[in-house]
């Protein structure tokens, strides 16, 4: 990266592993689980928050000398849910299917606890361009795990991905179904959404010993 | 009264904050250690969706719906006559939502410490940590697209949400609580087990999904009931007749 210091870099670099927001830091789980049934609005979701955090965080880092620090957790509301409007407004008119499919998990991006953590942790004590940077980079650790549960639910579950179907069609009995391969229509519950974060945990912690809790 | 009965059950059981939603999974996770503190902040936000819901739905009605604001010339009855009937503010609600939450909380903090400190004292710290508690902005979020009918059934909605975010709270402490002493593979112990076992819990509570189908049309009839259903049936056939035919003597008679 010949544009970023190494500093900087390492802002957005570290979130997408060893820092990772759900993964480690526990942050955001909220809305992240129920709408990754599918991909494409697992992708939808992710492109939101790094837009919701990015921008927030210039702007909260911006405002950082002049918000009196009782009713930080106010303000800090209100830019988030104005952002937020955008975002769903956006949605509602280019993409309304998706909008509904997403339905109130939009709105719960307000209350996303990364937003408000990396807005507390970070933009309140730094420049707007390092806010920046770190805002899109915690955005992209939350979207990367999101995509990844996205991904396994919908090709484990129903077989298809962002609706093609890449492993045949299951009723014609072609591709991998010609064989016997049955989808595991379990993927597709909430539950599984847990699990599957549960496994990825379990995978990065035993790659990287360090991170492993104590009881 | 049947409805308020069967929403409370289904907000509680079938359509858990925890389990279903994953809402307020954030506190869910970082504050199961313990029981007792489980128990503080699972009270907490029972109260705080108590009064948020139900003011929200106030809100919601009066001011965001489209069409919302007729009551303001009079027309709450016949919006359509209304000057303000074209009027749309529902893309405001998050905004609204998140501020009457802000503000409640900090209101019932400051309330709290006032008349009951042993209260304050055991809810204290949570009661801030809630205003960003997914599960608060959550259930008014569904209250308004589940378009819940009156405030009533909202307040009901509200308060049997609360329950059953403080029952999966209080059982994941008390499963962590014993986890303790058994033998986690390393790589899962906190986090991932906690994960897993939250799964779990939540296939277990999908078997209430069924709890509810009885009452409704969409039913499925079990073999015993067709029997039944046909006597009742017939039944109520023959006293539809029986009604039309005395219906029909007394116009006679007139």
């Known amino acids: 990266m010949g544009l970023l210091s190494k500093k900087d870099a390492k802002l957005i670099k570290d979130p997408l592993l060893d820092d990772n927001p759900i993964t480690i830091q526990v942050l955001g789980i909220c809305s992240a689980l129920a709408i990754t049934a599918q991909l494409k609005p697992s992708i939808v979701m992710a492109v939101s928050v790094i837009f919701v955090l990015g921008i927030g965080n210039v702007v909260i880092s911006l405002m950082r000398n002049i918000i009196p620090s009782k009713i930080r957790i106010i303000v800090q509301l209100i830019v988030v849910a104005t952002l937020v409007i955008i975002v769903d407004q956006v949605l509602k008119a280019f993409a309304y299917s998706l909008s509904k499919e997403l339905s109130v998990f939009i709105g719960l991006i307000i209350t996303n606890c990364i937003i408000m953590g ?45 609706g093609i179907k890449v492993l045949g069609d299951s009723v014609e009995k072609t591709g991998l179904y010609a064989i016997g391969y049955e989808n595991n229509g379990f993927m597709v519950l909430p539950p599984m959404a847990l699990i599957v974060v549960g496994i990825i945990i379990w995978v990065q912690r035993s790659k990287n010993k360090a991170l492993i809790e104590e009881n | 009264m049947l409805e308020h009965i069967e929403l409370f059950f289904k907000s509680i059981f079938v359509d858990n904050m925890v389990f279903a939603y994953f809402l307020g999974m954030c506190s869910y996770l970082a504050v199961s250690k313990k029981v007792s503190t489980a128990v503080g902040l699972g009270a907490a936000v029972i109260f705080v969706l108590t009064v948020t819901v139900p003011l929200n739905w106030f809100l919601d009605q009066y001011i965001l719906q489209p069409g919302a604001l007729a009551w303001i010339d009079g027309n709450r009855d016949t919006p359509e006559l209304s000057v303000y009937a074209d009027y749309d503010l529902s893309f405001l609600s998050f905004i609204l939502f998140i501020a009457t939450i802000a503000t409640m909380v900090q209101l019932v903090e400051i309330i709290v410490e ?137 116009e006679l008679k007139k």
């Open chain 2, 114 to 250: 006032k008349f009951s400190p042993s209260l304050y004292n055991s809810l204290g710290i949570f009661l801030p940590l809630i205003a960003v508690n997914c599960a608060i902005l959550g259930g008014s979020l569904f209250m308004q697209s589940r378009e819940i009918e009156t405030a009533g059934l909202a307040l009901n909605y509200g308060f049997s949400s609360g329950i059953g975010w403080f029952l999966a709270i209080v059982a994941i402490a008390a499963i962590r609580e014993k986890i303790r002493y058994s033998n986690v593979p390393a790589p899962l112990r906190g986090l991932g087990i906690t994960f897993i076992i939250t799964g779990l819990m939540a296939i277990g509570f999908m078997s209430f999904g069924g709890m509810l189908t009885g009452s409704g049309d969409s039913a499925t009839p079990s073999v015993e009931e067709p029997t039944e259903k046909l006597e009742e049936q017939q039944t109520t056939i023959e006293k539809e007749v029986e009604a039309t035919q005395t219906v029909v003597v007394s």
């Open chain 1, 118 to 162: 990396r807005f507390e942790a970070f933009a309140l004590g730094n420049g707007p361009w390092r806010s920046f940077l770190d805002g899109i980079g915690n955005a992209l650790g939350y979207g990367v795990i999101l995509i990844i549960v996205g991904f396994f639910r919908e090709l484990l579950g129903s077989g298809t991905l962002f």
